[in-house]
């Protein structure tokens, strides 16, 4: 099989990424040879390898779609810091690109950049939308409250809340909303007292 008929396959697998055991199985050659096809396509630039054995189809990619294809097949959306600047409510630009994830919780590093993915439980993955470019985005309110609910986690990446400036549009209502689904009365109670303080932070301002 050439390479051009293997790629022909591997576009009809119709994914976002996918890894060089996929392909092995699909082309129903070794690993080793699944591999080094793909390293040839991807030197012709038809692929592109995102991180070791994950690769997905064409040029690089929006950066913020990284997320994404790092995860697949679990869902996921750009939250967290990355998309509080979407939203213009941080102005720090996030040198890493965050993203919650009904996967495995890690960080991918990539070369168009690196990916911070964390695990939320299934009853609180959602309030996202899709943009133009088909990135999966939290809603600025979706997005502070996945900061809140995981800011006590053993990695202490979140426990400090950005600066963040509060447009008059803020639906405060849609995280308490958001905070009555959590399954854990403790992890319930941080989240309202984190948000009561914020509400009320702002409201001096």
């Known amino acids: 099989m050439n390479?051009?008929?293997?790629?022909?396959?591997?576009?009809?697998?119709?994914?976002?990424?996918?890894?060089?055991?996929?392909?092995?199985?699909l082309l129903r050659v070794t690993p080793v040879n699944?591999?080094?096809?793909?390293?040839r396509l991807a030197a012709r630039n038809f692929v592109r390898r995102l991180a070791r054995g994950r690769w997905s189809i064409g040029a690089q990619p929006n950066?913020?779609?990284l997320a994404e294809q790092v995860a697949a097949p679990s869902p996921t959306y750009i939250s967290l810091q990355s998309a509080l600047f979407r939203h213009?409510?941080?102005?720090?630009?996030?040198?890493?690109?965050?993203a919650v994830t009904l996967g495995r919780a890690r960080r991918v590093r990539t070369p168009a950049g690196t990916v911070s993915l964390h695990r939320m439980p299934p009853q609180l993955f959602g309030g996202?939308?899709?943009a133009n470019d088909g990135t999966k985005v939290a809603t600025a309110e979706k997005a502070l409250f996945d900061l809140?609910?995981?800011?006590?986690?053993?990695?202490?990446?979140f426990v400090h809340v950005p600066e963040i400036e509060f447009p008059k549009s803020f639906r405060w209502g849609e995280i308490a909303r958001w905070s009555k689904t959590i399954?854990?009365?403790?992890?319930?109670?941080f989240v309202e007292e984190k948000l009561a303080m914020l509400r009320s932070h702002q409201a001096r301002d």
């Open 148 to 157: 809140l609910y995981l800011s006590p986690t053993r990695t202490r990446l």
């Open 34 to 39: 699944a591999s080094v096809l793909l390293s």
């Open 183 to 189: 399954a854990g009365k403790s992890r319930r109670a």
């Open 88 to 98: 213009g409510l941080v102005e720090q630009i996030p040198e890493v690109i965050y």
């Open 63 to 65: 950066r913020e779609q």
């Open 128 to 130: 996202f939308e899709t």
């Open 3 to 25: 390479q051009t008929e293997a790629l022909q396959r591997i576009q009809k697998l119709g994914v976002p990424s996918f890894e060089t055991r996929d392909v092995s199985a």
